[in-house]
Nanobody, 114 residues
């Protein structure tokens, strides 16, 4: 199983970014997947998750601004991030919950700064 994130970068406050997680070795429609983030000096925190049945859960700090989705045809899980704030600055990691183990991507840096 391999997860590869893309779409990170530098954006001004109030801007938008769209992260994508390309999966191989698994089907994104058959497994729970989501995004965590880790800011410098802080613990990794859950940002958004998408269950196998399609339920979506978000951290309170991103609810209403971020949207998680999946594209079964492209086998990707995406995170649309709007109204970005400096406190959203972190490395964002894609994960897949394989029940017996969690698979992780290498992460993509998101920096929100003017």
């Amino acid at each position: 199983v391999t997860l590869v994130e893309s779409g990170g970068g530098l954006v001004q406050p109030g801007g938008s970014l769209r992260l994508s997680c390309a999966a191989s070795g698994i089907s994104v429609g058959s497994i729970a997947m989501g995004w965590y983030r880790q800011a410098p000096g802080k613990q990794r925190e859950l940002v958004a998750e998408l269950t196998r049945l399609g339920y979506k859960n978000y951290a309170g700090s991103v609810k209403g601004r971020f949207t998680i989705s999946r594209d079964n045809a492209k086998n990707t899980v995406n995170l649309q991030m709007n109204s970005l704030k400096p406190e959203d600055t972190a490395v964002y990691y894609c994960y897949a919950d394989g029940i017996t183990r969690i698979y992780w991507g290498a992460g993509t840096q998101v920096t929100v700064s003017s």
